[in-house]
Antibody, heavy 121, light 108 residues
Framework: EVQLAESGGGLVQPGGSLRLSCAASGFTFNDYAMNWVRQAPGKGLEWVSAMSASGSGTDYADSVEGRFTISRDNSKNTLYLQMNSLRAEDTAVYYC??????????????WGQGTLVTVSS | EIVLTQSPGTLSLSPGERATLSCRASQSVNNGYLAWYQQKPGQAPRLLIYGASSGATGIPDRFSGSGSGTDFTLTISRLEPEDSAVYCCQQYGTPPITFGQGTRLEIK
């Protein structure tokens, strides 16, 4: 059974930093691209970032480019999202999401339960 | 980026009825690369349909997708109480990936 377990969310002040983690199990982690998708309170889903299976390729939404960094440790089956210079508009539930393919940009076949990030003073 | 507009915003139907949900794209979705997800309160989204019409693993055949170009439809036949959820479309034909705002389906 595929499982994706996010952690690291919490309350942070504007301008602060946070690092999210996602522990994956139930599939061959290094065969699949991974993504972060967020959902602000009462809003729709927004794709945030993606990384290819090998880690050689990354992509970011314009809204987070230059502030967020995605990474993965295939030896630990873990995906990360380093979030810097956080803004109020980054407040959302952040989902760790498995891509259908080894390269990103496809549909998402498994989602974690999400971790809440609140940016507020 | 491609903007996806879903309609209606909310749909209220009875068990056994048929639901038709629409997803319209601001420009043509390449290769029909459109997916549908179901999201229940407090739960993660679940993949229902990919490639506009292919059912995901384990999804009942009551759920079906159709469409091409800019107009796509999710149909749920023979509604059951557990179908109450928000349904969201996603295009992955042109980066960046974008989602629709969702249709809330209520089962009376």
């Amino acid at each position: 059974e595929v499982q994706l377990a996010e952690s690291g969310g919490g309350l942070v002040q504007p301008g602060g930093s946070l690092r999210l983690s996602c522990a994956a199990s139930g599939f061959t982690f290094n065969d699949y691209a991974m993504n972060w998708v967020r959902q602000a309170p009462g809003k729709g889903l927004e794709w945030v970032s993606a990384m290819s299976a090998s880690g050689s390729g990354t992509d970011y939404a314009d809204s987070v480019e230059g502030r967020f960094t995605i990474s993965r440790d295939n030896s630990k089956n873990t995906l990360y999202l380093q979030m810097n210079s956080l803004r109020a508009e980054d407040t959302a539930v952040y989902y760790c999401v498995k891509d259908h393919s080894s390269w990103y940009g496809y549909y998402f076949d498994y989602w974690g339960q999400g971790t809440l990030v609140t940016v507020s003073s | 980026e491609i903007v996806l507009t879903q309609s209606p915003g909310t749909l209220s139907l009875s068990p056994g009825e048929r639901a038709t949900l629409s997803c319209r794209a601001s420009q043509s979705v390449n290769n029909g690369y459109l997916a549908w997800y179901q999201q229940k309160p407090g739960q993660a989204p679940r993949l229902l349909i990919y490639g506009a019409s292919s059912g995901a693993t384990g999804i009942p055949d009551r759920f079906s997708g159709s469409g091409s170009g800019t107009d796509f439809t999710l149909t749920i036949s023979r509604l059951e109480p557990e179908d109450s959820a928000v349904y969201c479309c996603q295009q992955y034909g042109t980066p960046p990936i974008t989602f629709g705002q969702g249709t809330r389906l209520e089962i009376k």
